[in-house]
């Protein structure tokens, strides 16, 4: 079984520019860009991580939340910063300035998309 989070954009070009240069993903069928773009979805791949970029009314729901576990949480920070991740925008959450331990076990991070949908990537303490 596979799980392949549809993340709700209203801008589709806006969108794939965030999650290739910022967070490193990659088109899943690279050649096909018109009609993905056509057809409202992109879907984008990262070692072995799936998930969809959608436009269309049913698929997703702006402001959701994805939890995203990684194997070491503060590399994958510091290669988003370098990428260009502003984490200027929301000074009032500690998780989206720098990866924070969590009284649950997990060291974690927030990143959220133009279209305010986050992405908490964590791993254990």
């Not at 806006?14 to 056509?38: C, M, V």
């Not at 194997?71 to 994958?76: G, I, K, L, R």
């Amino acid at each position: 079984m596979k799980l392949v989070p549809v993340i709700k954009s209203s801008d589709l070009h806006r969108s794939l520019l965030f999650y290739t240069q910022i967070l490193g993903f990659n088109r899943k069928w690279p050649g096909y860009e018109d009609h993905e773009i056509a057809n409202g979805v992109i879907d984008l791949v990262l070692e072995g991580a799936e998930l969809q970029l959608s436009i269309h009314s049913g698929d997703g729901t702006f402001g959701s939340l994805t939890r995203v576990y990684v194997e070491n949480v503060d590399a994958c920070f510091a290669k988003f910063r370098a990428n260009g991740l502003d984490t200027s925008q929301r000074p009032e959450s500690p998780v989206h300035t720098t990866p924070v331990n969590q009284t649950w076990g997990l060291r974690e991070f927030a990143v959220t998309d133009p279209d305010g949908n986050t992405l908490n990537f964590c791993s254990p303490i």
